[in-house]
């Protein structure tokens, strides 16, 4: 069992900048590829960035387009989403997620879920 918690999130000003971050718990951090993905209401759940068991790939959702920067410290058992350039239409629950595997897949099948931080840019 893995938990995640999920932190940073707030209310920021369109072209802001804000870091999220999620601390792991449970198990060894190594073996798990990890996400962030983000939800609005009525939407489905939508792919942010991956990164992969190393922290030497990483990926990100086409709408990111240079914005966002994930990291992770496997010494802290952490990830981070740096995020700038902020839109209104970042607007959205983001949720950690992380998956047993080494590699980072872009649909939502991962083992386990953080419970959310809300991120809101206000125009």
């Known amino acids: 069992q893995v938990q995640l918690v999920e932190s940073g999130g707030g209310l920021v000003q369109v072209g802001d900048s804000l870091s999220l971050s999620c601390a792991a718990s449970?198990?060894?951090?190594?073996?798990?590829?990890m996400a962030w993905f983000r939800q609005v209401p009525g939407r489905e759940r939508e792919f942010v960035a991956g990164?992969?068991?190393?922290?030497?790939?990483?990926y990100y959702g086409d709408f990111v387009k240079g914005r966002f920067t994930i990291s992770r410290d496997n010494a802290k058992n952490t990830i981070s989403l740096r995020m700038e350039s902020l839109r209104p239409g970042d607007t959205a629950v983001y949720y950690c997620a992380a998956r047993q595997s080494i590699g980072v897949v872009t649909t939502t099948q991962y083992d386990y879920w953080g419970q959310g931080t809300q991120v809101t840019v206000s125009s």
């Open positions: 990164i992969n068991w190393s922290g030497g790939t990483t």
């Open positions: 449970g198990r060894t951090f190594l073996g798990y590829a």
